[in-house]
């Protein structure tokens, strides 16, 4: 009997050894936490998440929460970067971006990956709900960022970069806060007196929830066009892992969209960008958590953790 027990432990941490660490990351994102994080996020206590509102401080206060249970470092000693935008005579909006990290091996190489987390708040409007929990925009970004944070720290290897995870304030007043990440140099700079270091890489997800005429794979995934490889990099994973996607690649440059990856475009950053399109929800307030597709959001957080991990990793990138 016990040699028996003994050949299954062997066994076991046999299987558990032979598989790599970018698998091990991959076996922890989950849809359970995936309906967690957005059922809390798009709850109506967190009052739809306006920008610089009690309802967007608390959900800042849950991220960084929960990258302190994900053993997730605060970028640069604070998990809050603020920043204010100044609206004439009416009261200032004080935000707040949420940034935790991975460091890398090489420590002044830098990729990305982030989503917005405020949404559009309370509001009167012509239906008895004046709620706007955004699920889909963009709780379900939020979900994917921390899921892949939780799967870099389980992968158990120091990835060749280093990896900031971005949860951004302000996205719907103008893209605010990864504007003022990238334009304020003391957000990433490594090495003081650089003028300038790149982000190597970013990752944006904004609304990756839904089905477009009941498609259950639809994405659009936009990327540089300087970066071909990207598009083999998801066709060959998708592949690899068994995942239930169909991806279009509309073309970044003729179509942008407006969300947090176009600052880091400006600035030369090659930048991936996911989202499964606009819907009847969309910025009302029946953008809610009921609405959403969880296997599709669970299937595009492991092919942009699959992305990031090439990102930090692959040398040639
Ligand atoms: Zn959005």
């Keep these: ?141 939020v979900s994917a960022v921390l899921q892949i944070a939780k799967a870099f720290a389980a992968s158990e290897q120091k990835p060749e970069r280093t990896i900031i995870f971005a949860l951004w304030d302000g996205e719907e007043m103008g893209l605010l806060g990864s504007s003022h990440f990238v334009e304020d140099h003391s957000s990433y700079i490594p090495i003081p007196l650089v003028a300038s270091v790149p982000v190597k890489g970013y990752i944006n997800c904004d609304m990756i929830g839904r089905d477009k005429d009941g498609d259950g794979s639809h994405v659009d995934i936009s990327f540089t066009d300087s970066k071909p490889v990207f598009a083999e990099w998801i066709k060959s994973d998708i592949e690899k892992y068994k995942l239930a996607l169909a991806p279009q690649f509309p073309s970044l440059e003729s179509t942008p969209g407006g969300s947090d990856h176009v600052p880091f475009m400006r600035k030369g950053t090659p930048v991936i960008f996911y989202n499964t399109g606009l819907h009847p929800d969309y910025h009302k307030p029946s953008d809610e958590a009921t609405y959403i597709n969880y296997d599709k959001v669970v299937d595009i957080t492991k092919l942009a953790y699959l992305n990031l991990w090439n990102m930090a990793n692959l040398i040639s990138f």
């Design 1 to 141: 009997m016990r040699y028996i027990i003994t050949s299954v432990l062997l066994f076991l941490s046999a299987y558990c050894f032979s598989q790599t660490a970018i698998e091990k990351g991959l076996s922890v994102i989950n849809k359970s936490e995936a309906v967690t994080y957005i059922g809390i996020l798009a709850s109506d206590s967190l009052q739809g998440r306006g920008a610089g509102k009690t309802g967007g401080i608390m959900a800042a206060e849950y991220i960084k929460s929960v990258f302190e249970n994900l053993g997730i470092k605060p970028w640069r000693g604070k998990y809050f970067q603020p920043f204010t935008r100044h609206i004439g005579n009416n009261p200032n909006y004080e935000m707040r971006n949420v940034l935790g990290y991975i460091e890398g091996k090489n420590t002044w190489e830098i990729v990305m990956i982030g989503a917005h987390y405020d949404h559009l708040g309370i509001k009167a409007n012509n239906t008895n709900d004046s709620i706007y929990n955004g699920a889909d925009d963009n709780a379900t970004g």
